[in-house]
């Protein structure tokens, strides 16, 4: 069973930075971060393949936003600079278990397994 915590959330003002972490209890999948504002679908924001090699983005974050990888430590960040309000949401991390871990997966129906969710609030 994989469990995924996700940490590092929390208020901000626009312009700040933030990272969160992502802790796989797993192995060198790929894994992705999505958010949900209040009253709006979840939306995809980036993904990465399991050796860290390929990365993808949503537009609305590109330039500001980076996912990277250290599977030694089987953790997972979101680095978000140039934070805006409507960065607001409930970040998610996802893991992609049973697809392969070459590519980087943009819809949800692409993971298996997801984290409890971190709360990111950017004040104007």
């Known amino acids: 069973q994989v469990q995924l915590v996700e940490s590092g959330g929390g208020l901000v003002q626009a312009g700040d930075s933030l990272r969160l972490s992502c802790a796989a209890s797993g192995s060198t999948f790929s894994m992705g971060w999505f958010r949900q504002a209040p009253g709006k679908e979840r939306d995809f924001v980036a993904a990465?393949?399991?050796?860290?090699?390929?990365?993808n983005y949503a537009d609305s974050v590109k330039g500001r936003f980076t996912i990277s990888r250290d599977n030694a430590k089987n953790t997972v960040y979101l680095q978000m600079n140039s934070l805006k309000p409507e960065d607001t949401a409930v970040y998610y991390c996802?893991?992609?278990?049973?697809?392969?871990?070459?590519?980087?997966?943009?819809?949800?129906?692409?993971?298996?397994?997801w984290g409890q969710g971190t709360q990111v609030t950017v004040s104007s």
């Open positions: 990465i393949s399991g050796s860290g090699l390929k990365t």
């Open positions: 996802a893991l992609a278990r049973y697809r392969s871990s070459y590519f980087t997966y943009i819809t949800s129906d692409r993971y298996d397994y």
